[in-house]
DNA sequence: CAAAGTTCCTGCGAGC
DNA sequence: TGCTCGCAGGAACTTT
């Protein structure tokens, strides 16, 4: 999309998780994308107008780029049978959104559930728009331990709850908060503050945990993200860190960090599955 | 029945 | 007593 002018939106549905803005699609046709970029999971386009749309994909949500050759081919034969999974080329059954661009090339926003989320940020506002107002520090940045000792050191929730609270640090979701915590051989119950020395310092434990956040997520981006059951980049490619699962969705399995020996378990956190091992996570 | 995300609401208890 | 805050849990959004 990067470098490419719109030349028609077309949308399929009037909302995702909320409306979309007001004169979406006309107020972003015949702008181009100078730059693209991502702040928690959110994706930021700044525009030639100096607006920015703002996407999220949600927990179902993709992008699929089809190049002007791919569009060719899908006009002449209306071939809805494609190599994009449930991305079937155009007017699948979830495709909501499609932008097509001045070369001729189309990206299709598809979302099953519509947890997805896009908006338009006017001029000057990103710094107080409401999904983006309070959200931490990012883990790629120079976030670190102390940091992150200071936001927990007066927490008494769960360190799992604790991780997945966008406030304390962003892109951290339910399957890396398992990943990381069981690498890091702490129990997801265990209370935040528990982490945290008195004099506020992180205790080695902590540590460890932070730095295994940053491991996991960038082991992820690496193999091309999680496919719990289709997750896809833009040309349909399937993310291959499943298979890298140590703890998450192994309920019943051998914990495989070296000479535990204990078993997996599943519990629930907050409405959402944890899966640890009792026996090395403390 | 459970699911990868996020926000909002309610109810409860602690502390001032 | 009343107020605020933090926290836990649940609901909401929807389809597979």
């Given at each position: 999309?990067?470098?490419?002018?719109?030349?028609?939106?077309?949308?399929?549905?009037?909302?995702?998780r909320?409306?979309?803005?007001?004169?979406?699609?006309?107020?972003?046709?015949?702008?181009?994308?100078?730059?693209?970029r991502?702040?928690?999971?959110?994706?930021?386009?700044?525009?030639?107008?100096?607006?920015?749309?703002?996407?999220?994909?949600?927990?179902?949500?993709?992008?699929?780029?089809?190049?002007?050759?791919k569009?060719?081919q899908?006009?002449?034969?209306?071939?809805?049978?494609?190599?994009?999974?449930?991305?079937?080329g155009?007017?699948?059954?979830?495709?909501?959104?499609?932008?097509?661009?001045?070369?001729?090339?189309?990206?299709?926003?598809?979302?099953?559930?519509?947890?997805?989320?896009?908006?338009?940020?006017?001029?000057?506002?990103?710094?107080?728009?409401?999904?983006?107002?309070?959200?931490?520090?990012?883990?790629?940045?120079?976030?670190?331990?102390?940091?992150?000792?200071?936001?927990?050191?007066?927490k008494?929730?769960?360190?799992?709850?604790?991780?997945?609270?966008?406030?304390?640090?962003?892109?951290?979701g339910?399957?890396?908060?398992?990943?990381?915590?069981?690498?890091?051989g702490?129990?997801?119950?265990?209370?935040?503050?528990?982490?945290?020395?008195?004099?506020?310092?992180?205790?080695?434990?902590?540590?460890?945990?932070?730095?295994?956040v940053?491991?996991?997520?960038?082991?992820?981006?690496?193999?091309?993200?999680?496919?719990?059951?289709?997750?896809?980049?833009?040309?349909?490619?399937?993310?291959?860190?499943?298979?890298?699962?140590?703890?998450?969705?192994?309920?019943?399995?051998?914990?495989?960090?070296?000479?535990?020996?204990?078993?997996?378990?599943?519990?629930?956190?907050s409405?959402?599955?944890?899966?640890?091992?009792?026996?090395?996570?403390?």
């Amino acid at each position: 999309m990067l470098g490419r002018r719109i030349t028609e939106v077309i949308l399929r549905r009037d909302n995702l998780r909320f409306p979309f803005p007001d004169e979406f699609a006309s107020r972003i046709t015949g702008r181009s994308v100078d730059s693209i970029r991502r702040r928690a999971k959110y994706l930021l386009l700044n525009l030639d107008d100096g607006r920015i749309i703002l996407s999220h994909l949600g927990m179902s949500g993709r992008y699929t780029l089809f190049d002007s050759e791919k569009v060719k081919q899908f006009e002449t034969t209306k071939n809805e049978v494609s190599r994009f999974g449930s991305a079937t080329g155009f007017e699948g059954r979830h495709d909501h959104v499609e932008f097509r661009f001045d070369d001729g090339s189309v990206a299709v926003y598809t979302d099953p559930r519509r947890f997805g989320i896009m908006d338009l940020i006017e001029v000057g506002e990103e710094q107080i728009h409401p999904l983006l107002e309070s959200l931490g520090p990012e883990p790629f940045g120079d976030w670190s331990a102390k940091q992150l000792a200071k936001k927990l050191q007066n927490k008494t929730t769960n360190i799992k709850v604790a991780l997945l609270d966008q406030r304390v640090v962003v892109g951290v979701g339910n399957i890396y908060a398992c990943e990381a915590l069981h690498r890091s051989g702490i129990h997801p119950q265990r209370q935040s503050k528990t982490l945290v020395r008195k004099d506020g310092k992180p205790t080695k434990k902590l540590q460890r945990l932070h730095e295994n956040v940053v491991q996991v997520l960038e082991q992820a981006v690496e193999v091309g993200g999680s496919s719990l059951n289709d997750f896809a980049d833009v040309n349909g490619t399937l993310g291959y860190f499943g298979h890298h699962f140590q703890a998450y969705d192994r309920e019943d399995q051998p914990c495989l960090q070296a000479n535990c020996g204990g078993t997996i378990e599943r519990i629930t956190q907050s409405g959402r599955s944890t899966f640890l091992c009792p026996r090395c996570q403390r």
